[in-house]
């Protein structure tokens, strides 16, 4: 199998443009290597109050730029396929902090991907390690646990990809495909027509599919999947 690093960070928020990692935890072979960084900004509350990690605990640490795991990766990431979850996400942040990421596999495209009845509620890791039933140990929610949940994900995917493509290499090369493109969302999963198909929608209620393109344009969190399905549903061309 192509060499795969499984990555997940802790984020002082979920703002691609003002928010930083603060906790960077990938594994690559058998080992998993965790550390806690000084961001420039501080952990918003929010953030606190999922990770139980405050601005005091990680007051003494070094910034992530310039650091010893920092130019790890840069190195590590040259060789190794890039495993996360919204790994869009993390890319941004990495990125942000000099680290460049040329190939990635994002396991919540996949998750949609592969969910062709839409059966599944939700898409966040937490939620599928429990719906797929990953026979998994990790507790606390931190990077570290993420990263095992994310492996275990991973091989759920990669095995029933594997049942359909046959051979390792396709297998890879597909994933690689399905999370480089923008994903087309067949359902609204919030809002007043949660659960609603967005092509029925489109013709009974055109208006808010234009309303939430332009709040998804308007948001500093950039959601390229969204806007890509809006403007395909409203026939706009995609730039």
């Known amino acids: 199998m192509d060499k795969l690093l499984f990555l997940d960070t802790e984020t002082t928020g979920n703002d691609l443009l003002k928010d930083f990692l603060f906790q960077v935890c990938y594994s690559a072979g058998n080992k998993i290597y965790c550390e806690f960084f000084k961001p420039p900004v501080p952990i918003s509350i929010k953030a606190q109050s999922i990770t139980h990690i405050t601005n005091s605990e990680v007051e003494d640490k070094k910034p992530f730029k310039d650091s010893k795991m920092q130019k790890e990766l840069q190195e590590l ?3 190794n396929i890039l495993v996360a979850h919204n790994a869009s996400f993390d890319i941004c942040m990495l990125t942000k902090e000099g680290v460049e990421i040329p190939k990635f596999i994002c396991t919540l495209k996949l998750a949609r991907f592969l969910d062709e009845d ?6 966040n890791l937490q939620y ?6 990953l026979n998994i140990k990790a507790d606390a929610h931190d990077a570290k646990s993420d990263v095992l949940v994310l492996q275990a994900l ?3 995917q990669y095995e029933k990809m594997l049942k359909v493509y046959k051979q390792e290499k396709k297998v890879i090369e597909k994933m690689l495909e399905i999370s480089s493109q923008p994903f087309l969302y067949k359902i609204f999963s919030f809002g007043k027509y949660r659960g609603r198909k967005i092509e029925e929608v489109v013709l009974l209620d055109k208006g808010y599919l234009n309303w939430l393109l332009g709040q998804k344009m308007q948001n500093e969190s950039y959601d390229e999947d969204w806007i890509f399905t809006l403007k395909y549903h409203l026939n706009i061309k995609q730039n």
């Not at 839409?118 to 898409?123: A, D, F, Q, R």
């Open 154 to 156: 991973f091989k759920n």
């Open 77 to 79: 990431l040259k060789t």
């Open 118 to 123: 839409l059966k599944i509620p939700e898409y």
């Open 128 to 133: 599928l390690r429990y719906f797929l039933e």
